[in-house]
């Protein structure tokens, strides 16, 4: 199936006719193997798209060639370019020239990163089919750090992931065949992602040892591999490392031997790969080891690992998703939403400057519908990054299809008033509205090794925008939506039309038949699929809906609540705050209410509860209904994929509508205004 290559399909290009001046030749200045990455991506584009044979050689100034090189190594004067064009690009950005006579196509990178970059956006030109003439295009990407995070152990399974096993381990060791490894490569490079961490954040057992000399020439394969695509390889620590490897009696970052025992290890790691990212850490959260264990906190928790990486380079991703899993807030008086700001805020301008603290982009934990993590722009002195989590862990696993990009693009685009008005999460994130060193966007991959990936062929869109986002976080939806579906499915209208309205409406349309009005959660406990109302309710997560037979909702607000809402900067905190200001989607996140208590749109909560739960059954049916039209309209096995995960999701729609609108009918005793049937 092609759904294999995903959006880099390079599908014949029937209008043939307007690049049949493309010279077939590509001139390469400079031999990196990222450079070699782009002429190969390059040559077997061209081929599989316009059926030329190109051929590669070394770069000379007059001949009609893809020019493909960096700024040092192609001689602009040639071209009429100024070198200055060049000096306000960052490492990673690019010209992209066709000159006047179309005999040349310039792909000229500021780094041999941004050349292959270069090269992927001429091809993504070329895949719509647009005209080549007289294009003058400089970009750059706009965040410094655009990283995926495997949660893959190295048993083959991988946590919360919905598309087969790893594809990087299997059986406590690297796969042996990396052919997969490269095509995730060439995927992640083409929409830009330019570092990966390989391993799960839990690091529970044989994963320790990815630091020892037993693993680490294999991590240096990888990162061989990853490195030709502009990809930087980064590993999931153990803080317990220095006593499960290192034989030493403790993990005390203070601890004069512990520090020792982190600075020789990254020397070793380094020694076998040079420009190795560094770690990411989850400690203190969810039973992970961590300073805390010897009286020590965050701060000192990083910095010993900073201090160790710093010689190199390397950086310190530190998770903020800490929170105690053990403590009930049911007395309401403390709230796990608070967790992340509380822990970390007060340690600003104290972490080294090679840490990067990585913050979940909601204070709970990738619901449907949360507000934005006020931790972000809270800390004007410590990098930072947002993560997202393109895996579909609480929005229907990759059985049901949920588009993110519209959330993702909610989030970056949320004004935090941290710095006045404006200060939106993108500003902060690309790191120029508090200079910080080190920033970006970082996700929770999802894939595995699913012939498609991603296990329904439809989220392998939410892998594409997570990319293109992070490279320019102002595209808008229907351009990157449009764009892949394009290179997915071709430019049949029909088939276009049906996807692109399935795509933007599957967020609302998953948000309707689950958890109401940002509340959250009501999920199966541990798999997280499928409803279950009181599945958290009663256990100790800090994950509660506080429904009873008067009202729902959790308040969260500075008087009567859990003091939340006053984590947020000015007028934030008195818009969520207040009970009339809230928006009606976030409205029992931040308010306890009877079921009587009228929204904004007019209705009750109660009466929106069986509306959207109604509804959201039947946006899956429309759903349906539309790609059943597409038969014979697009590759068979996708059809069918599609076709019967729309099944499972049906379903699983059902089911929540029939479990919520019943749970809530009886706890109320309030009848549905419209008399449908519930069950
Ligand atoms: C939660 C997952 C859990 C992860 C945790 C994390 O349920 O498997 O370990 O996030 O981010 O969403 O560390």
Known sequence: TNSYHCWLQYRKIENANQYSDIPSSIGVAGNTAIIDSAARELQYALKSMLDVDSTVQPYTSNESSIVLGTYESVNLNNYGISPKLFDDLNEEGYLL????????????????????????????????????????????????????????????????????????????????????????????????????????????????????????????????????????????????????????????????????????KAEEIYSYIPDFGGFVVKADSEGRPGPFTYGRGHVEGANVLARALQPFNGKVVWRCFVYNCLQDWRDRKTDRARAAYDNF???????????????????????????????????????????????????????????????????????????????????????????????????????????????????????????????????????????????????????????EDILLQSWRTYENYTAPLGVGWMVNPDHHYGPNVEGYEYSKWGTYHFADRDGIGVDRTIETGTGYAGQYFGSNAERYNSLEDCPDELLLFFHHVPYSHKLHSGVTVIQHIYNTHFQGVEEVETFIKSWNELEGKVENWVFENVKERLQLQLENAKEWRDRINTYFYRKSGIADEKNRTIY
């Open 345 to 499: 805020k007060p340690l600003d301008g104290r972490f080294l400057d090679n840490v990067i603290l990585q913050i979940k982009n909601g204070p709970m934990d990738f619901q449907v519908r949360e507000p934005i993590s006020p931790l972000v722009g809270a800390m004007k002195e410590t990098n930072q990054v947002v993560e997202f989590q393109i895996a579909q862990e609480y929005t229907g696993q990759q059985k049901d299809v949920c588009y993110l990009v519209p959330q993702w693009k909610e989030v970056l685009d949320f004004d935090t008033y941290s710095d006045g008005e404006g200060s939106t999460v993108k500003s902060i994130v690309d790191g120029s509205r508090y200079n910080y060193s080190h920033s970006g966007i970082a996700a929770v991959s999802n894939i595995g090794n699913d012939i498609n990936w991603t296990g329904n062929t439809l989220a392998q869109a939410n892998l594409y925008g997570f990319g293109r986002l992070t490279w320019n976080p102002d595209l808008s939806t229907e351009t990157i939506t449009n764009e892949w579906i394009q290179f997915t499915f071709g430019s049949d209208p029909t088939v276009a039309g049906a996807v």
């Open 97 to 264: 020239k066709t000159t006047e006579d179309n005999r040349q196509v310039l792909l000229i990178g500021k780094t041999d990163r941004g050349a292959l970059y270069a090269a992927f956006h001429f091809l993504r030109i070329l895949q719509q089919e647009e005209s080549l003439l007289g294009l003058e295009i400089v970009e750059a990407p706009k965040n410094q750090l655009r990283m995926m995070n495997q949660w893959d152990n190295m048993n083959g399974s991988i946590e919360r992931g919905y598309s087969g096993k790893s594809i990087f381990f299997n059986g406590n060791d690297f796969s042996k065949d990396v052919t997969r490894i490269k095509d995730y490569a060439r995927l992640l490079s083409s929409v830009g992602v330019n570092a990966i961490s390989i391993n799960n954040v839990n690091v529970w057992d044989v994963e320790t040892k990815l630091l020892t000399e037993e693993f680490l020439p294999k991590v240096k394969e990888v990162a061989n591999i990853l490195r030709s695509y502009g990809i930087t390889t980064y590993l999931s620590i153990n803080y317990a490392s220095p006593i499960e490897l290192g034989n030493l009696p403790t993990a005390d970052p203070l601890d004069k031997e512990v520090g020792k025992w982190w600075a020789r």
